[in-house]
């Protein structure tokens, strides 16, 4: 076997998009972020010093528009299409308003980026299903994308799709992408529209099952390498979790998560976590990565496991996959 075939592998992504993930969702953009971008970027701090502190990895996957420090009324600007339709156009256009100009949050990440990796989470944020996004829109989100993040030196190669629709991947791998991210596949039981919250809810707590984990040969290939999710770390009732955190058990239901980093060390596979920067909103929620990473770093001294960036482990996969190739 390769030697990348030999270990389990942490792979832990991070949507970062502030107030563009929620372009759309008028009222639950004010419910959600802080007036002026400061929590957020406190927290992204805090995440890249949590990253130096454990030695591990994180694949930074980034709203196009965010590497921009203030409106520069480009030639082409998707932005346009909201006049009249969002109230995010006003807080936009023309202007610097920090929860939709992040220039220097991405000085900040490549000041620190180590091993880290960025890659592309839509210009805009507009979503890429094929059904909802043209052929020609979606490759001006790719563009456009290049374009700006070509002013850091930044030279992509992992997707993650807004809200994890995926399309268009033909267009992907001809500019050069090689992985992205998609969902897990949930349970029946979970997805049941009545009761399925309130089982998933005591899933997490009472640890009952174990979040999926892949094999380096269970990775799905059409042209981009297909990495899913094993687990988003926020994915829980949030008035539950405030209500653990007040009485100390903000851990209680991450013993799940770290059977799941346990199996892929013990089975050699991929366990992939994520997460979005501004959900990390109080101590707790980063005293809950830190329990985590002590798992995952104690995997990595073992020899069982590797922190590894999205676009690293897939130009593993790829070369696995030539190689088997060649010799049939």
């Not at 480009?74 to 909201?82: E, R």
Request: proline share 3%; glycine share 6%.
């Amino acid at each position: 076997m390769d030697r990348y075939d030999q270990i389990g592998y942490f792979v832990f992504s991070l949507d970062t998009e502030l107030a563009t993930g929620y372009y759309d969702k008028d009222e639950a953009r004010a419910r959600t972020f802080s007036p002026d971008g400061s929590r957020e970027r406190w927290a992204i701090k805090c995440l890249l010093d949590i990253l130096e502190e454990f030695n591990l990895t994180a694949t930074w996957a980034v709203v196009g528009h965010l590497f921009y420090k203030e409106c520069e009324k480009c030639d082409i600007c998707p932005i346009l299409d909201w006049r009249g339709k969002y109230k995010s156009f006003e807080e936009v256009y023309l202007t610097n308003n920090p929860l939709w100009y992040a220039g220097d949050i991405i000085e900040t990440i490549l000041s620190r980026i180590g091993t880290h990796e960025i890659g592309f989470h839509g210009y805009t944020h507009a979503l890429f299903g094929e059904s909802i996004m043209s052929k020609e829109k979606a490759q001006v989100e790719i563009n456009e994308w290049l374009r700006v993040a070509g002013r850091y030196g930044i030279v992509p190669r992992t997707v993650i799709f807004p809200r994890d629709l995926a399309g268009h991947l033909d267009l992907f791998e001809k500019a050069g992408f090689i992985n992205y991210r998609s969902e897990a596949h949930y349970p029946l039981i979970i997805r049941n529209r009545y009761f399925g919250k309130y089982v998933k809810i005591m899933d997490h707590i009472l640890s009952i099952s174990t979040p999926p984990v892949y094999s380096l040969d269970q990775v799905e290939q059409n042209g981009l390498v297909n990495f899913r999710e094993s687990q988003h770390l926020f994915a829980f009732n949030r008035k539950v979790e405030l209500l653990l955190d007040s009485h100390n058990l903000h851990n209680l239901r991450l013993r799940r998560i770290v059977k799941g980093i346990k199996k892929a060390a013990r089975e050699k596979k991929i366990f992939h976590l994520w997460a979005h920067p501004w959900e990390f909103r109080t101590e707790k929620d980063f005293l809950k990565l830190r329990y985590i990473f002590n798992y995952v770093v104690e995997g990595v001294k073992a020899g069982s496991m590797q922190s590894i960036g999205m676009a690293e482990l897939a130009k593993f996969i790829r070369e696995k996959s030539d190689t088997y190739k060649q010799k049939v």
